[in-house]
Structure formats: structure tokens, C-alpha cells
């Protein structure tokens, strides 16, 4: 009877009966089914867990709170500030005064004044480090605490009295990565497909501006299983794991991954972020697949002592000051001015969305920043818009319209017949693009165009593989990772 419940449907000669479903584990129990867990796992759980930069600013902040109450002891011999202040089992009352003394009198190194957004980290961290000792130690934060009220009264004109003195008036942004620096990139050489660093950093450059990834930390935990590929359409969609916005835990259960799709486009040449995975995916040994690495770096070069791929599983992977400083590098090798760190193609990808006009929850979704406050701080005004402004404040303008003026117009045969022609000297290597000719009520403005110039060897158009294009630049040269040596 037993074997007749669970017949499947499909099969069942009498399928109008209604079958019951037979919820036995009999015989299908494994031996384990639950797994088992060491006291010292539970008491790591236990803690409050932080990431390294956080707790490396909590102990900054307390090292500073800990060496001005020393300072002020010596200053102040005979009214000195008792030493449970700096314990976790301070009280209110000693907080909630020596807390004021603290802000008013704290300096960095230099003697200068903190601005204010300093002095919260300095507080926020020597909260996080006291409650980690004491999870009761008194939130000196909170409004709705009576025994704060002096506290939070000192605070808040003491951060005025820095806002009106221009301390911390200047903001310091990350710097962007402009559409001009990105050609100088392609046109130095920095950017190639026609050697294994050239395209490691071809990957690296497009995955930071696409996907808006931050930092070294997100490009050192990608992991080749966060790419899935699709064919229609022809895509790569990357799933995030977890961010420094998104770590998880009971406040973010329903909280969705960050997934951002990037489709082909074929007329973007070299220069499409699909085709530079595919290239690169290809080339990944096999080991690094089986070990989800992304990044990986070519085999050292062999010898007799060391063989090819003699460390090949302990060093896959690019080390972590390598792709920390990848983007600098590139800087310097191309020459672009200004500070450029990874966390600019963050900025240029989130910054390039919103000159172009997509809309705010679009480029949220990409950037996967939580408000719209924290994203508004990615996204930089223009030189053309700021013209475009200025134009119409000064009355020149009607409208805002921040695209340039065509370079030259000259009459051709009547008044209203004109062509507007723009050439490029030099054309960016980076896409072999086609000369455009618009017609426009009698007036046709052609672009690109220029001297032709010849190329020893010429780009290959993209065709999403599989297909025997691929193959063909790989029988031509290209090899796997591991066969490369720099």
C-alpha cells in the first residue's frame, strides 16, 4: 500500500483517484541531520561582529579619548578627571560632563582643530569599542535621555562654532575618471587585450565602473561564480554577496542582493564589458574556477627547480596590494593628473549615469547605495553644466542644454544650408568607429572621419562566442592565464 501512495501521477493507470501523500522518512534519514557547533564558534558568534575598518577606527577614536584624559590629568593635577570615565562601567553623570570637556579640548597631532564630522567618528567609535566591553554602556547619543541633555546641548554648539570658523568646510570627494582620461587609458596602452596585464586590468577597470564596485575589498572577494551568463539577451548579471551596506543580519533579512545586468554592445567594440569577461573568463585555468577565483595572475616563469604551474594553486590569485593600487598604477603609467584610487570608477560609473540623465533609482540599483543622500555624494556636476547654468543666469540661455556647440559651420549654397564638420585627429584606439552623417533640415554635420590611419594590427569586432571567431584569436596567440609569464 505503502508503494502504491507514491506512485508518480504521470504513471498511475487510475489517475482520477485522489492519492494520499506519504510524509515517511523511513529509510531515508541520514545519519546526520544536524550539524554540530564548538563552544569557541558560539562565543565569536556571539560578539558583535565588525568589519576591519571599523574596528580599527574604534580603536583610534579610544586611543585619542584615552591620551587626552593622561594630557588633561597632567594640566590639571588638582582637579583631575577620575579614571572610570574611560572604563565601560562609567556612569551617566561622569559622562555626560567629562564628555563635553572631551570634545572642546580634542586636537589632532598637529594642535589643530577636528571638524565636526571627525569629532562624530571619534565619539560613534568610542561608543562601539565601550559597548563591545559593556553591551549596557549608556548610548550618550540618544535625544530622549534626560541625563544627556547637557552633553548633546555642548555638542551641537560646539559643531556650530567649527561650521562658523570654516573648520571642515572644504569637502574632499573621490576623484572621478572622465570619458577623456578613460581614451588616454586606451591610447598610453594601458588598456589592451593584447597582453594577460593589459586585459587583467581591461576586466578590473570595467568591473569597477559597471558594476560600481568599492574599493580593493569588493574586487578581492569577486568571485567567478558571481557572474551568470546569458544569451538572450546576451548578458553577464553580477550578484552581490555582501557589501559594506549590505553585511546581512536580522535587520536586512528581506533586504534584497544588489544584482546589476551588463548587456552586450557590440558597437562599443573592444571596449564592451561582455566581451571582455568572455575573453577573460576563457583564458582562467581550471583551477581557478574550482577555487572561485576571479582575479588571477599568469604562472611564474618555469625552471628546472620550479616547473610550469609549480605555484600555480598558492598564488592564482593577484595579490592584495596589487589590486588595491591597480587603479593608481594605471594613473601614473598613463599619466592622468590628480588622486585617482580604485574607488573612482565607483564614481565615474555612478557619475557618468547621471550626466547622461537615467534616472536616480536606476543608478541606485547599480551602485546599490540604500538613499538617495549617499548617492547624490557619487554624482559630479559637469564643466558643461555648470556653463550651461551660468549661460542662463547670465540671461544668454532660455533653456539648460549642457551639450557643446558644433565645432565649425560654414554656408554652403543658401542661408539655411550649412554642414558642420568635426574631425578627429586621432582617433582613440580603444573602437573602430564608422563616420556619422546626420541630415538636419538642409544642414548635415558629419563626425569622425579624419586621417586614415594604418594599424599593424586591427581590433577585432565582437561576436558574442560561442563561435569560431574566438577560437581563431586564440589559435592566433592568445593562451590561457597559466601559459603567460610578464
Not at 587583467?200 to 577597470?205: D, E, S, T
Not at 596590494?321 to 601614473?332: C, E, H, S
Request: charged share 25%; net charge positive; aromatic share 8%.
Amino acid at each position: 500500500m505503502a508503494e502504491k501512495e507514491n506512485i508518480d501521477p504521470l504513471f498511475d493507470p487510475n489517475p482520477s483517484k485522489k492519492r494520499k501523500v506519504s510524509l515517511s522518512l523511513k529509510g531515508k534519514r541520514k545519519e546526520k541531520r544536524f550539524g554540530s557547533v564548538s563552544e569557541e564558534a558560539l562565543s565569536s558568534m556571539a560578539k558583535t561582529q565588525m568589519t576591519k575598518n571599523t574596528e580599527k577606527s574604534s580603536k583610534w577614536a579610544m586611543a585619542n579619548f584615552v591620551e587626552w584624559f593622561h594630557e588633561y590629568n597632567k594640566r590639571n593635577e588638582d582637579a583631575t578627571c577620575p579614571e572610570e570615565v574611560i572604563t565601560p562601567s562609567c556612569s551617566k553623570d561622569l559622562l555626560n560632563k567629562w564628555l563635553c570637556v572631551y570634545i572642546s579640548e580634542t586636537r589632532n597631532k598637529s594642535g589643530e582643530l577636528y571638524p565636526p564630522s571627525t569629532i562624530q567618528s571619534l565619539l560613534s567609535g568610542i561608543l562601539r569599542y565601550m559597548r563591545q566591553e559593556n553591551p549596557s554602556y549608556p548610548n550618550f547619543f540618544s535625544k530622549d535621555d534626560p541625563a544627556f541633555s547637557t552633553f548633546q546641548a555642548t555638542l551641537n554648539n560646539v559643531f556650530k562654532s567649527l561650521r562658523s570658523g570654516g573648520i571642515g568646510a572644504e569637502a574632499s570627494h573621490t576623484e572621478t575618471i572622465t570619458s577623456e582620461e578613460e581614451d588616454t587609458l586606451w591610447e598610453t596602452g594601458v588598456l589592451n587585450i593584447d597582453s594577460p596585464k593589459g586585459l587583467l586590468r581591461c576586466v578590473f577597470y570595467y568591473n569597477g565602473k559597471c558594476f560600481c564596485l568599492r574599493g580593493g575589498q569588493e574586487h578581492r572577494e569577486l568571485g567567478v561564480s558571481q557572474l551568470k551568463r546569458l544569451y538572450n539577451p546576451d548578458c553577464y548579471i553580477y550578484s552581490e554577496r555582501s557589501s559594506k551596506n549590505r553585511p546581512g543580519g536580522t535587520a536586512q533579512i528581506r533586504l534584497e542582493h544588489k544584482t546589476v545586468p551588463i548587456v552586450a554592445n557590440h558597437a562599443a567594440g573592444i571596449c564592451c564589458h561582455v566581451f571582455l569577461l568572455d575573453m577573460y573568463l576563457k583564458k582562467l585555468p581550471p583551477i581557478a574556477i574550482e577555487k572561485d577565483y576571479f582575479y588571477c595572475k599568469p604562472s611564474p616563469v618555469a625552471s628546472e627547480d620550479k616547473p610550469q604551474g609549480h605555484s600555480q594553486e598558492l598564488k592564482i590569485g593577484v595579490g592584495k596590494n596589487t589590486l588595491g593600487n591597480m587603479v593608481k598604477d594605471m594613473a601614473t603609467e598613463a599619466g592622468l593628473s590628480g588622486k585617482k584610487t580604485n574607488h573612482s570608477l565607483r564614481v565615474a560609473g555612478a557619475t557618468s549615469l547621471y550626466r547622461a540623465g537615467v534616472p536616480e533609482r536606476i543608478i541606485q540599483e547599480r551602485t546599490g547605495h540604500r538613499s538617495l543622500q549617499s548617492l547624490r555624494q557619487y554624482e559630479r556636476t559637469s564643466v558643461d553644466q555648470e556653463m550651461a547654468v551660468s549661460r542662463i543666469l547670465s540671461g544668454e540661455a532660455d533653456r539648460y542644454n549642457p551639450k557643446p556647440e558644433p565645432i565649425s559651420t560654414c554656408a554652403v549654397t543658401e542661408a539655411t544650408c550649412s554642414t558642420s564638420i568635426k574631425i578627429e585627429e586621432n582617433p582613440s584606439p580603444k573602437a573602430s568607429k564608422q563616420p556619422m552623417v546626420q541630415y538636419n533640415n538642409c544642414t548635415v554635420n558629419v563626425f569622425g572621419g579624419g586621417k586614415a590611419q594604418a594599424s599593424p594590427a586591427p581590433y577585432p569586432q565582437y561576436l558574442p562566442p560561442p563561435s569560431s571567431l574566438m577560437d581563431q584569436w586564440i589559435n592566433e596567440g592568445y593562451q590561457d592565464f597559466a601559459d603567460y609569464t610578464y
